[in-house]
């Protein structure tokens, strides 16, 4: 069975920085890429970045530009998303996704979801 396991949310102040990681099993990690989205209440997910097959990174929430770096270990199958930074607009439920090959930043495009793991930062 293919399974994403996002991790290492919680509860920062602003300016303070977490690491998530996404640990998966059931599929071939160095022919995916992985991304992370995230959803905040009351909007949609967004695509926030995305680790691709080859490594290529592709960040498409501006806001997190610079701020958020995102990396893989094929070893471990698993991808980390390093967060600094953080402000309260940054609050979300933050999930990993995988999809053969290339980087999407569509939520519909990725084939599979793990569960989310809760980001809160207070002012």
């Known amino acids: 069975d293919v399974q994403l396991q996002a991790s290492g949310g919680g509860l920062v102040q602003a300016g303070g920085s977490l690491r998530l990681s996404c640990a998966t099993s059931?599929?071939?990690?160095?022919?995916?890429?992985i991304g992370w989205f995230r959803q905040a209440p009351g909007k949609e997910r967004e695509g926030v970045i995305c680790?691709?097959?080859?490594?290529?990174?592709?960040v498409y929430a501006d806001s997190v530009n610079g701020r958020f770096t995102i990396s893989r270990d094929n070893a471990k199958n698993t991808v980390y998303l390093q967060v600094n930074s953080l402000k309260p607009e940054d609050t979300a439920v933050y999930y990993c996704?995988?999809?053969?090959?290339?980087?999407?930043?569509?939520?519909?495009?990725?084939?599979?979801w793990g569960k989310g793991t809760l980001v809160t930062v207070s002012s």
């Open positions: 996704a995988a999809r053969p090959y290339l980087c999407s930043r569509d939520a519909i495009a990725m084939r599979h």
């Open positions: 059931g599929f071939t990690f160095e022919n995916y890429a």
């Open positions: 680790s691709g097959r080859a490594g290529a990174r592709s």
